[in-house]
């Protein structure tokens, strides 16, 4: 059982959580996530980790509910237990792999939208920890949906839009990198979006417009985790890919986006799945906790 030390609303629909676990805590890296479960017949959750301290032995969730899971899941509080909690999962940031010095000599960006921004800070933080502040781009649709700015701007150069303009400026987190770079004349030696499919989509397209190199973070596909459902299925540079267990990072020019969102929309109807199952056959049997798998 794994005690959940803190639990709060950060913005309408958004909810952050610190587990205690310690083992989990004590190997974390950058860009992992972490499997989830409320009870013994409690669905899967992957969740990106947000923050981890190996000392205290905690890891920092971030979650928006969106399913009968994360909504039963977004009311238990401090004190309470998950049954499982399982991780680090998924292949680290490949920058975490790089000569240090040689990644000082690097200068890079994030955007972020909504939820994707919990899982940069921890990548930031990293980053911010071995001396490279990297410049943020953090979107949201209006003030109220920016989350975890004060942490962010400890640990990068933050940057914020508001798509109804009610914070700091109005705009997409994509006028803002294209201000950047053409307007103050900025340089970037790569770029790391991670968001809404389609906010990752438009950032690849002005990336490479801009010979941006850009990495993805393709989390918000996963449901399962495990790789045995097929959700997380998709096409880098035309290769199957599943994000669980080859990722969740990618190369983002690589990744087919519009096959990855049409994808998601399918499962989200049981005529949907049903068609995916008939098609894909062994790529899509496990038991995703959507499909019900075989069964």
């Not at 000392?55 to 920092?60: A, D, I, P, R």
């Not at 940031?93 to 040689?102: A, N």
């Not at 953090?138 to 700015?149: C, N, P, R």
């Not at 397209?205 to 010979?211: H, I, Q």
Request: aromatic share 6%.
């Amino acid at each position: 059982m794994y005690k959940i030390l803190k639990a709060e609303q950060l913005a309408a629909n958004i909810y952050l959580m610190d587990v205690e676990a310690p083992r989990v805590a004590k190997h974390c890296l950058p860009g992992q996530f972490v499997i989830v479960k409320m009870d013994e017949v409690g669905e899967r959750i992957p969740l990106t980790i947000c923050d981890y301290d190996s000392e205290k032995g905690s890891v920092t969730i971030v979650f928006q509910p969106i399913g009968a899971s994360t909504t039963k899941m977004k009311d238990l509080k401090a004190g309470d237990y998950f049954e499982d909690f399982v991780g680090p999962l998924g292949r680290p940031s490949e920058f975490t792999e790089m000569d240090i010095e040689e990644l000082k000599k690097k200068h890079i960006v994030f955007v972020a939208g909504g939820v994707g921004t919990a899982p940069v800070y921890p990548q930031l933080k990293w980053l911010h920890e071995r001396g490279i502040t990297a410049d943020a781009i953090v979107g949201a649709k209006t003030k109220d949906l920016i989350i975890l700015e004060d942490k962010l701007k400890e640990v990068s150069n933050l940057y914020l839009t508001t798509d109804d303009g009610s914070y700091i400026r109005k705009g997409m987190g994509t006028d803002v990198l294209r201000d950047l770079v053409e307007k103050e004349g900025k340089h970037y030696d790569v770029c790391v979006a991670i968001g809404p499919m389609i906010m990752m989509k438009f950032v690849c397209l002005l990336t490479k417009e801009l010979n941006i190199p850009t990495i993805v973070s393709m989390n918000p596909i996963m449901v399962d985790g495990t790789g045995m459902c097929g959700a997380c299925r998709l096409l880098v540079d035309g290769e199957v890919k599943f994000a669980c267990v080859d990722g969740p990072e990618f190369d983002g020019h690589k990744v087919d986006f519009d096959l990855a969102m049409k994808r998601q929309q399918m499962y989200k109807s049981d005529e949907g799945r049903a068609l995916l199952k008939e098609q894909e056959g062994d790529t899509h049997h496990g038991g995703c906790g959507l499909c019900g798998g075989d069964k």
